[in-house]
């Protein structure tokens, strides 16, 4: 199972409200890592997480906060979102997300986030 | 910080012609992976090399790891309609998982 799985697949919310992206994977793997993609541009790393550990916070603003429960699930919660937040956010995952040379992510489907 | 450039920004292609973009990144990279990206859809890893002036085939696809280590290439053989998408290179320094992505090179290929 070469899976990473997403929800919700779309989301529409409002600058106020308080949502969470939901991302899952079984292969074994242990680094997941968020990215937020606008359209027509390359994913823009947000969050690495290894060994359910946060490793690497790419100065994300603090409305962006992720959670990593367990070594298969890790959470994006959102808060007080700008208009300008809407985009696609991966989800990727690695097997080991420490040292060496880089590894293969798979990615996720991704949530489709549209701030109102 | 890290930049990594590709051209063309887009090809337009008709089926059965080849097709290549160039991958170059500000600083000399520790590997270099491609991932091509569907309209609609999410990057799918398709190889990743390490060695200096490394080339690698797969099908009717060729890559290419420059001998300095900054610049990268993928050529397609006479293109499908298959192979529409969006190419993406992607390098990493030091922290190996970290991974910054190349601008991209979309490509749209007609009959």
């Given at each position: 199972?070469?899976?990473?799985?997403q929800t919700?697949?779309?989301?529409?919310?409002?600058?106020?409200?308080?949502k969470s992206l939901k991302c899952e994977?079984?292969?074994?793997?242990?680094?997941m890592?968020w990215?937020?993609?606008?359209?027509?541009?390359?994913?823009?790393?947000?969050f690495?997480y290894?060994?359910e550990?946060?490793?690497?916070?790419?100065?994300?603003?603090?409305?962006f906060s992720p959670e990593c429960p367990n070594?298969s699930l890790l959470n994006l919660h959102l808060?007080?979102?700008?208009?300008?937040?809407?985009?696609?956010y991966?989800c990727?995952?690695?097997?080991?997300?420490?040292?060496?040379?880089?590894?293969?992510?798979?990615?996720?489907?991704?949530t489709?986030?549209?701030?109102? | 910080?890290?930049?990594?450039?590709?051209?063309?920004?887009?090809?337009?292609?008709?089926?059965?012609?080849?097709?290549?973009?160039?991958?170059?990144?500000?600083?000399?990279?520790?590997?270099?992976?491609?991932?091509?990206?569907?309209?609609?859809?999410?990057?799918?890893?398709?190889?990743?090399?390490?060695?200096?002036?490394?080339?690698?085939?797969?099908?009717?696809?060729?890559?290419?790891?420059?001998?300095?280590?900054?610049?990268?290439?993928?050529?397609?053989?006479?293109?499908?309609?298959?192979?529409?998408?969006?190419?993406?290179?992607?390098?990493?320094?030091?922290?190996?998982?970290?991974?910054?992505?190349?601008?991209?090179?979309?490509?749209?290929?007609?009959?």
């Open positions: 199972d070469t899976e990473v799985t919700p697949k779309h989301l529409v919310m409002g600058m106020t409200n308080k994977q079984h292969m074994g793997h242990r680094a890592y990215y937020k993609q606008k359209a027509k541009k390359p994913p823009e790393l947000m690495v290894s060994y550990k946060l490793s690497i916070n790419e100065s994300v603003p603090s409305r070594s808060h007080a979102l700008q208009p300008e937040d809407s985009a696609l991966l990727a995952s690695s097997r080991r997300g420490a040292g060496g040379i880089g590894e293969t992510q798979y990615f996720g489907p991704g489709r986030l549209l701030v109102l | 910080g890290q930049q990594v450039m590709q051209i063309p920004q887009y090809q337009h292609v008709q089926e059965g012609e080849d097709f290549t973009t160039y991958c170059n990144s500000s600083t000399t990279l520790s590997n270099i992976q491609w991932y091509k990206q569907r309209p609609g859809g999410h990057p799918v890893f398709l190889i990743q090399l390490v060695k200096s002036g490394e080339v690698k085939k797969q099908k009717r696809l060729t890559f290419q790891f420059g001998e300095a280590k900054k610049n990268s290439s993928l050529h397609i053989t006479a293109t499908q309609t298959t192979d529409v998408g969006t190419y993406f290179c992607a390098g990493s320094t030091g922290t190996a998982s970290k991974l910054t992505f190349g601008t991209g090179t979309r490509l749209q290929v007609t009959l």
